[in-house]
């Protein structure tokens, strides 16, 4: 049961004012919660039982039950130490840099193991498999992260192209077709370049894959399948560091699903393409 405590934490800022409240006192409360009717918990946040359902929904639950459920397999765990973020701070020493870029690290995938649908995952390794060509956008640090999943499926002669540029992903994106897939990572899901090239791609009925933070962004609205990475800095100080990990997981589980499929024809390929990088070091 995935981490219902942290899909809320991570959703609560893009819900209207009605369900922020009801999030916000679940985030709160989450003991009463797991005892607590639908009823009851509208009676504590003055708001209607249409209102609490509609939060769920925004938050990807089914339903009030779901979420309850989704909450008790953690709740234990949320006072923990290890799941605290920490921010950078002039007076810290190497050995707390150390530790703490570690836990943020390990936090992040964590809470985008929580978030992460296994039935999205697999719809988008469907598509990935059966795709004409991968498009793979993305600007700042998503775009490392989108080289590194172009790096990836070319070994496995998968392919694949990822665009950093606003306007090579534009003129690609005119031409692109129905069995053609464009996977956007956009930390935000607001990023200007790749609304527009997602715009055209759209049009052209290519399919799109999103890899945004949790909650409702421009980029999710036009994707056939959503999938997220843990939005957890705090602050600008600290760079894209442990959403950088995050996606890096995604795409190393995308990865590695795609080469389950064709397994021994995979692995084939890895061999050959490594066996190339080392005739060539000789």
């Given at each position: 049961?995935?981490?219902?405590?942290?899909?809320?934490?991570?959703?609560?800022?893009?819900?209207?004012?009605?369900?922020?409240?009801?999030?916000?006192?679940?985030?709160?409360?989450?003991?009463?919660?797991?005892?607590?009717?639908?009823?009851?918990?509208?009676?504590?946040?003055?708001?209607?039982?249409?209102?609490?359902?509609?939060?769920?929904?925004?938050?990807?639950?089914?339903?009030?039950?779901?979420?309850?459920?989704?909450?008790?397999?953690?709740?234990?765990?949320?006072?923990?130490?290890?799941?605290?973020?920490?921010?950078?701070?002039?007076?810290?020493?190497?050995?707390?840099?150390?530790?703490?870029?570690?836990?943020?690290?390990?936090?992040?995938?964590?809470?985008?193991?929580?978030?992460?649908?296994?039935?999205?995952?697999?719809?988008a390794i469907r598509l990935l498999d059966q795709a004409r060509?991968?498009?793979?956008?993305?600007?700042?640090?998503?775009?490392?992260?989108?080289?590194?999943?172009?790096?990836?499926?070319?070994?496995?002669?998968?392919?694949?192209?990822?665009?950093?540029?606003?306007?090579?992903?534009?003129?690609?994106?005119?031409?692109?077709?129905?069995?053609?897939?464009?996977?956007?990572?956009?930390?935000?899901?607001?990023?200007?370049?790749?609304?527009?090239?997602?715009?055209?791609?759209?049009?052209?009925?290519?399919s799109i894959i999103s890899l945004t933070g949790y909650g409702?962004?421009?980029?999710?609205?036009?994707?056939?399948?959503?999938?997220?990475?843990?939005?957890?800095e705090k602050s600008i100080r600290s760079g894209a560091t442990?959403?950088?990990?995050?996606?890096?997981?995604?795409?190393?589980?995308?990865?590695?699903?795609?080469?389950?499929?064709?397994?021994?024809?995979?692995?084939?390929?890895?061999?050959?393409?490594?066996?190339?990088?080392?005739?060539?070091?000789?």
């Amino acid at each position: 049961m995935q981490n219902g405590m942290e899909r809320i934490r991570q959703g609560v800022e893009i819900l209207n004012p009605s369900e922020k409240k009801v999030a916000k006192y679940i985030l709160q409360n989450p003991q009463e919660i797991l005892e607590m009717p639908i009823a009851q918990l509208s009676e504590k946040t003055n708001t209607s039982e249409a209102t609490i359902i509609r939060m769920c929904r925004s938050l990807h639950f089914k339903g009030f039950r779901e979420l309850k459920l989704s909450i008790s397999a953690f709740v234990n765990q949320e006072d923990s130490e290890v799941n605290k973020y920490h921010d950078i701070s002039a007076d810290a020493s190497l050995t707390e840099i150390i530790k703490s870029i570690s836990n943020n690290n390990m936090h992040s995938i964590k809470s985008t193991l929580a978030i992460t649908d296994p039935n999205n995952i697999e719809e988008a390794i469907r598509l990935l498999d059966q795709a004409r060509r991968i498009i793979v956008i993305g600007v700042g640090a998503s775009a490392i992260v989108a080289l590194d999943f172009e790096q990836k499926l070319k070994r496995i002669n998968k392919w694949c192209e990822a665009l950093i540029d606003s306007h090579t992903q534009l003129t690609t994106a005119v031409h692109l077709q129905e069995n053609d897939v464009v996977l956007a990572i956009s930390y935000s899901g607001e990023t200007k370049e790749v609304i527009e090239t997602l715009q055209v791609a759209y049009a052209n009925q290519a399919s799109i894959i999103s890899l945004t933070g949790y909650g409702t962004n421009t980029v999710q609205k036009m994707a056939k399948v959503n999938l997220f990475a843990s939005p957890i800095e705090k602050s600008i100080r600290s760079g894209a560091t442990a959403s950088r990990i995050a996606q890096l997981s995604v795409i190393d589980i995308l990865f590695t699903g795609l080469a389950s499929l064709n397994y021994n024809q995979s692995v084939d390929y890895l061999d050959k393409t490594r066996k190339a990088i080392q005739e060539r070091e000789k």
